[in-house]
């Protein structure tokens, strides 16, 4: 055991470093991304606040356009765009732009099937009392869905940390490519399991927090 | 108060148009409580939206204190909805804060200064009898304790006028009761005009100086209740006001007692019900009444008695003793199977 800790210690501690870095800068951006999308695609819906429907459709299509494209084909498609916006296609810089790419859209529609959930008449009742629609999105909408944003944000969260794994193909680094090169390349399983639990302990612990801070969220 | 000059409303459903409002005019006076009843379906709903333009008339002019709310802008009509508190059938509150907060939070939005919010929102509490219960989250609360926090929130506004869409329909007789005495003391106490809408014949009786009888998207009937509960004049009417208290007599019997003299039916309004009208019939003229049924309404401020009576006797002697009851202000309507 601490012969194992000896050698891989090391290298799983840059891999865990590596991979909350990926995450945590392309959850932050696509949050900022997904929840204004989400937001505009439930403002342009039909029958929403400010219905458009030219933009809700075309919104609407080039999410699951991008949805629809494997991460590990996304993150070689856009290179040029990689490119154009970070300045890089390789390592952490150079995986954040496609790691945004996809999870943005993902996170913008999950936050629009929260705030659907939210009760019209709540909506009603807060334009009948002369109340401006900024301000209903934040403080009734965004309020009311917080729980749902929260358990939303948690499964993107998740999938993002699964994306970080093919990180490795651009050599950004991260548990995932540990576990490949290492594991699967150099036949060394004890390196792919010691990966695989620490994954595991992560997802757990962020699914169960998500859980709490949801409920408590709630309220009823 | 409130105007509604020839408003129609047209839905469109797929490729169908569906008229929800035909040619709408009614008018609310300052400080009375209006009731609109009809059956679901027949444009309640839309007729008291178009009052604060939750739905846009497709034609016609809504005013409300003489300004024009169709010309108002987007600003103008913030400003106005404000002057209109709302309650809803399903109550509307926020889940994700508490009775407290559901009152003051619309109250931030609308930027009323922070200590002037404490004030108001413990004031209106203390008003609907809940005080005690301001940290307690909607969940937590009876159905009729949610519509007191909605009451709350909409008088926060101290508005001129509140509308109420079913607002009781979904409790229980009890608490109906216990709402529509908040309702009542809103109105005197606070001067507030009410315009509700209802499908409750109850509500009408107990709380509403005038009403309006709605089919079809059409307005058939307006009146002061008591008006509309002694002279129905429309079958839509009838059916509403005698709905419940109507007697039914079973078809044989009816055709017996036809056989052997006439059925009136008498509504005793006020004064009339004083007098001992079929006591005094019976010993002036050649005629015995008995009663075959009766029963008693009680509206907002008096009570109409009503009585099913058995006329036996020579025609012309019945039909002197119905002059005599019409006289002595009692409203009689034939029965004819």
Redo the contacts between chains.
């Keep these: 055991m601490s012969d194992f800790l000896n050698q891989w210690g090391g290298s799983i501690w840059q891999g865990f470093v590596e991979t909350m870095q990926m995450t945590v800068i392309s959850l932050i951006i696509s949050i900022l991304i997904g929840i204004p999308l989400g937001v505009f695609l439930v403002l342009t819906r039909k029958s929403g606040q400010a219905e458009n429907l030219p933009v809700y459709t075309f919104l609407n299509a080039f999410i699951n356009v991008i949805r629809s494209i494997p991460f590990i084909i996304l993150l070689f498609f856009i290179l040029p765009f990689t490119k154009l916006v970070a300045g890089t296609t390789i390592g952490v810089q150079g995986v954040i732009v496609p790691l945004v790419v996809a999870c943005a859209p993902y996170i913008a529609r999950l936050m629009e099937s929260a705030m659907l959930e939210v ?1 019209r ?2 909506i ?9 629609t900024p ?1 209903i999105i934040w ?2 909408i965004i ?2 869905a ?2 749902s944003i929260i358990l939303g944000l948690t499964i993107a969260t998740i999938g993002l940390i699964g994306e970080t794994a093919m990180a490795g193909f651009v050599g950004a680094g991260g548990l995932g490519d540990l576990a490949y090169q290492f594991g699967y390349v150099r036949f060394q399983p004890d390196v792919m399991y010691a990966v695989i639990i620490i994954l595991i302990v992560i997802v757990q612990i962020l699914q169960s927090a998500g859980n709490v801070v949801a409920r408590r ?4 | 108060m409130i105007k509604l000059e020839h408003v129609s409303k047209t839905f469109k459903v797929g490729k169908n148009n569906i008229e929800a409002l035909k040619d709408v005019s009614v008018e609310i006076n300052k400080g009375e409580i209006f009731g609109v009843i009809g059956y679901s379906g027949a444009g309640k709903s839309t007729l008291i939206r178009c009052v604060n333009l939750l739905e846009r008339p497709t034609a016609g002019k809504v005013f409300v204190d003489d300004v024009d709310i169709l010309s108002l802008d987007k600003k103008g009509l913030q400003k106005l909805r404000r002057k209109i508190g709302m309650i809803f059938q399903g109550y509307n509150l926020l889940a994700t804060a508490n009775v407290y907060e559901n009152v003051a939070i619309p109250l931030k939005l609308e930027g009323v200064p922070k200590n002037e919010i404490k004030a108001r929102t413990e004031k209106y509490l203390e008003i609907v009898g809940l005080s005690d219960r301001s940290q307690a989250f909607p969940s937590q609360l009876s159905g009729g304790q949610k519509q007191r926090v909605a009451i709350a929130r909409a008088l926060a506004h101290e508005p001129e006028v509140l509308l109420s869409d079913e607002a009781t329909s979904a409790l229980d007789p009890n608490t109906t009761d216990s709402i529509l005495e908040l309702l009542l003391k809103v109105n005197k106490e606070l001067g507030i005009t009410i315009f509700l809408i209802t499908h409750e014949l109850n509500v009408i009786q107990r709380i509403c100086d005038r009403v309006a009888v709605m089919e079809k998207g059409q307005i058939v009937e307006t009146g002061s209740v008591v008006d509309i509960f002694a002279r129905p004049k429309e079958a839509m009417t009838k059916q509403f006001v005698r709905g419940e208290s109507r007697f039914s007599i079973p078809p044989k019997l009816l055709k017996d007692l036809l056989a052997s003299g006439k059925l009136v039916n008498l509504t005793f309004l006020g004064e009339s019900a004083k007098d001992p009208a079929l006591a005094t019939l019976a010993k002036r003229f050649d005629v015995l009444p008995s009663i075959i049924a009766g029963g008693i309404d009680q509206l907002k401020d008096q009570s109409i008695g009503n009585l099913l009576v058995h006329l036996k006797g020579e025609p012309e002697q019945i039909e002197a003793a119905v002059r005599f009851l019409k006289d002595e202000r009692i409203i009689v309507e034939e029965v004819n199977g």
């Design positions: 009760d008449g709540i009603e009742a807060y334009q009948s009392m002369g109340i401006s301000k403080n009734v309020r009311e917080r729980s969220l709630k309220k009823n």
